[in-house]
């Protein structure tokens, strides 16, 4: 399966900046995806990165807020904009070609001050 | 839409001894089922699949997970847990997302297996 390397794996920001997470992925993957995990919960997806056209974000994330690049099928970008103290939160890719499950990147620790 | 549910937080457990982490899920359509685990500070990895075929699937460090149609239920068990479990376990389903073109996972909330000595 596809390994992915995800950077940074942690940062602290101040309110009002934004942070820009890479993924880079070791081989082709059909699909990218962007997660976010909250302290002590479960993971929500943000959207779903497209190769050559606009992300599909999910209900209550938008593209303002949480623009993403995929610019070929092994690399994608998730930006956090005009960040606040509720935007803390681990931050996930995920990618993988199809149903058969999907392998995830170590995360980015994002902590706003 | 789907939806799961682990019915447990937290499971502790001692060591050596089984481990059973409980997880229903409710679908419209056939389903793919996973199950991840998160070890402190990581990200996800995969412990078993279930996409078709036998009910019964095994996985990596010794799991297994039983898909049972009926129940609307994937249970994950280990006969005989190590230190080394310690970790967060997400159990998820594989379904649409919003523009319906793309598989998405849903995830379950969790639960915190701790296996003490």
């Known amino acids: 399966s596809a390994v992915i390397s995800q950077k940074p794996s942690r940062d602290i920001c101040q309110r009002g900046t934004s942070l820009t997470i890479q993924c880079q992925v070791d081989s082709q993957v059909t699909m990218m995806f962007w997660y976010r995990q909250q302290p002590g919960q479960s993971l929500t997806l943000i959207a779903t990165a497209n190769q050559g056209s606009e992300a599909t974000y999910e209900s209550g994330f938008v593209i303002d807020k949480f623009p993403i690049s995929r610019p070929n099928l092994t690399f994608s970008t998730l930006t956090v904009s005009n960040m606040s103290p509720e935007d803390s939160s681990i931050y996930l890719c995920?990618?993988?070609?199809?149903?058969?499950?999907?392998?995830f990147g170590s995360g980015t620790r994002l902590t706003v001050v | 839409a789907q939806s799961v549910t682990q019915l447990d937080s937290q499971v502790p457990v001692f060591e050596e001894a089984p481990v059973e982490l409980r997880c229903n899920y409710s679908?419209?359509?056939?389903?793919?089922l996973f199950w991840y685990v998160q070890y402190p500070n990581q990200g996800l990895q995969l412990l078993l699949k279930?996409?078709?075929?036998?009910?019964l699937v095994k996985g990596i460090n010794g799991f297994e997970a039983e898909f049972n149609k009926s129940q609307t239920s994937f249970h994950l068990r280990k006969p005989s847990v190590h230190i080394s479990d310690t970790a967060e376990y997400f159990c998820?389903?594989?379904?649409?997302?919003?523009?319906?073109?793309?598989?998405?996972?849903?995830f379950g909330k969790g639960t915190l297996l701790t296996v003490n000595p």
């Open positions: 679908s419209s359509v056939s389903v793919y």
């Open positions: 279930y996409l078709s075929g036998s009910t």
């Open positions: 995920s990618g993988g070609t199809g149903v058969y499950g999907y392998t």
């Open positions: 998820a389903v594989s379904g649409w997302n919003s523009g319906g073109s793309n598989y998405k996972l849903t």
